[in-house]
């Protein structure tokens, strides 16, 4: 029998806790001062003391839909973020962060084919990082098909900047949720859940099989046909702060941030090139 990693025992037991629903007078109190020691932004959300759990809190909705361009060229942010990198590909090589690399094919995993693969080699790389005060909730960053959705368990490692500076191929060590996307015009990207910390759970509102930080050992690979979402359309969550990385076919998009900007949902972050 395998012996589950550190970073996952600590993610299931802080999960518990964050999914418990205690007495309403000490809920509050813990949200408040979850919500007072992060230095939440709660003015688009429902008031702290009316979710019945942390996770609650944690993966809140907005209260009314926020605005964003509805013109097919411009790629929004799929979620509220910071840009810890973003770029050229070299080839397969995406940076994690400055002076440090990583090889996009092993971070695809194993059940994707060569020729899926070599799909954004010398294509473009955003990586969102989401902090534990950010809206957990992604959303959907342009009208596309999803293909396939490989489910990789791995480990929990922290994916904040220090951790992001000192331990090599992190991204590849960590459990993520791989989905291989289709444009309108044949144009490949990869939009991949990245998990960290404390993250027990990636939700997938479309795909509700795939189940993170569970007893799954191997890859899981769901594939899909007509599953067609739209720009904006909110599909799953973080249980926590996390990243997401987007990886695209080579000039597929002109991208329009920089490292270290932080991004919203629905700002724009790129260009669609339609040819």
């Not at 979710?51 to 809140?60: D, E, H, P, Q």
């Not at 949720?177 to 997938?204: D, H, P, R, W």
Request: glycine share 6%; with cysteine.
């Amino acid at each position: 029998m395998n012996k589950r990693h550190i970073t996952s025992a600590i993610s299931q037991t802080f999960g518990k806790f964050a999914n418990k629903e205690f007495p309403h007078w000490f809920q509050k109190i813990v949200n408040y001062s979850y919500v007072k020691l992060m230095g939440l932004d709660m003015s688009e959300f429902h008031d702290p003391g009316t979710y019945k759990s942390l996770n609650a809190l944690f993966t809140r909705k907005l209260k009314e839909p926020r605005k964003f361009s509805l013109n097919g060229e411009d790629f929004i942010s799929p979620c509220d973020a910071l840009i810890t990198q973003c770029g050229k590909l070299i080839k397969d090589y995406a940076l994690q962060i400055k002076g440090m690399r990583y090889k996009t094919d092993d971070f695809l995993g194993k059940n994707f084919t060569k020729e899926e693969k070599e799909y954004v080699h010398n294509g473009d790389f955003i990586n969102l990082y989401l902090s534990p005060k950010d809206y957990h909730r992604y959303h959907i960053p342009m009208n596309l098909q999803v293909l396939k959705a490989v489910h990789i368990p791995g480990k929990f490692y922290p994916v904040n900047i220090p951790s992001l500076k000192k331990r090599i191929n992190l991204f590849i060590e960590n459990e993520r949720v791989v989905l291989l996307c289709q444009t309108q015009e044949g144009k490949k990207f990869y939009i991949i859940l990245v998990s960290a910390l404390n993250v027990g759970v990636m939700k997938i509102s479309f795909e509700p099989r795939i189940q993170t930080n569970a007893s799954v050992k191997n890859e899981q690979v769901y594939q899909f046909e007509n599953l067609y979402l739209d720009k904006g359309d909110d599909f799953g969550c973080f249980e926590m702060g996390s990243t997401i990385v987007i990886l695209a076919q080579k000039e597929m998009l002109e991208l329009l941030v920089k490292h270290n900007e932080k991004v919203k949902f629905g700002d724009t972050i790129a260009k669609y090139n339609f040819k």
